[in-house]
Each structure stands twice: as C-alpha cells, then as structure tokens.
C-alpha cells in the first residue's frame, strides 16, 4: 500500500512538471530583443515638456519600419527610456538626444563664437521605436535633482522613472 502511494505521489509529480512544461512551452514568445528586431512597425509618440512634466499628446503604430535616430553616446545630456507592458516588464529601451536643449547656430555669443546652446522650459518632440505587441507604457528615466538636463555624476541619486501610459492614444 505504501509502495502504490508513493508511486501516485511520483507520477502525480510527474504529471504536473509536465503539464507546466507544455504549458510555458505554448505561452513562450520571442525575447524582446528578438521581437524588435523582427518588427516591422513603429510605434511613434508626440510628446510634450511643459512645467517640469511630459504627457503624450498622441501615439501611433505605423505600418512600416523606420530606422532609427542617430544618438551620440558620447553626448551627456541623453533622455532614456524605456518601453513597458502593462505589467511593468520591459519590452525595448533606447536614448534620444534631450530635446530641452537646442544646440547649433543660433545667435552669435560675446566669446565670438557662432554655436551656442539654449535650454527650453516647453518643447515638443517625437519618439520613434520598433513596436511590439503588448506595448503600453513609456517610461522615462530622469534625474531626481535636474530632470535630465545635465549628465549625472557619481554622487548625484539615480534616475527616477516617470511612467507614462499612451495606450489610450493608440
């Protein structure tokens, strides 16, 4: 009797490892990274600075693939972010040259020198990004003391993220 109980008990175990075996075998998708690679759609976001907080003004999956912006890494003053599902889970992430800062040939300085750099209180830019299913939040990835403008050093805290929820734009 003891043999024929223990023997239940292997093949009950059994089962179950199997089953969740097929199970997450079935429900399994391609890694993020792969998905985006894969991906023939972009997913393109309005956004909006004004009063030291964004918002999505419209988002949009386009039937195309559009390459993407080149970003100095180089550059210190970089906007990350990240996109999420509704879970939280980060589905692709990339960088964009901070759209608060203007650099260029905008007015002729005191020094003579014809570059200069302006930093806006409001601006309005454009994210672009391979879309995958399952898509929904944009996190942005600040620092706590200055919003991202200047690069962090070593002794500053780490960047906080400001969720965004734009899948009610799509």
């Known amino acids: 009797m003891k043999l024929f109980l223990n023997m239940c008990k292997v093949t009950l175990l059994t089962l179950t490892t ?58 210190a003053d970089l906007l990350e972010f990240h996109l999420k599902n509704l879970q939280g889970d980060i589905l692709g992430q990339g960088k964009i040259a901070n759209p608060h800062v203007l650099r260029g040939v905008l007015h002729e300085h005191e020094n003579g020198e014809p570059h200069g750099q302006q930093i806006l209180d ?18 942005l990835l600040q620092d706590s003391l200055q919003n991202g403008i200047q690069g962090r050093s070593s002794n500053q805290p780490a960047p906080i993220t400001r969720n965004i929820l734009f899948s009610n734009h799509l």
Do not use: C, W
């Not at 991906?39 to 693939?65: E, G, P, R």
């Not at 454009?126 to 898509?135: A, I, L």
């Open 122 to 139: 409001d601006s309005t830019f454009v994210v672009r990004f391979p879309y995958v299913e399952g898509m929904h939040v944009l996190g």
């Open 18 to 75: 199997l089953s969740a075996f097929f199970i997450s075998a079935v429900s399994l998708s391609a890694p993020p990274e792969e998905a985006l690679q894969n991906s023939n759609k972009t997913l393109m976001l309005t956004l909006q600075f004004k009063q030291n907080d964004y918002t999505v003004l419209a988002a949009q999956v386009i039937d195309q693939k559009l390459p993407a912006r080149y970003v100095n890494p180089q550059q």
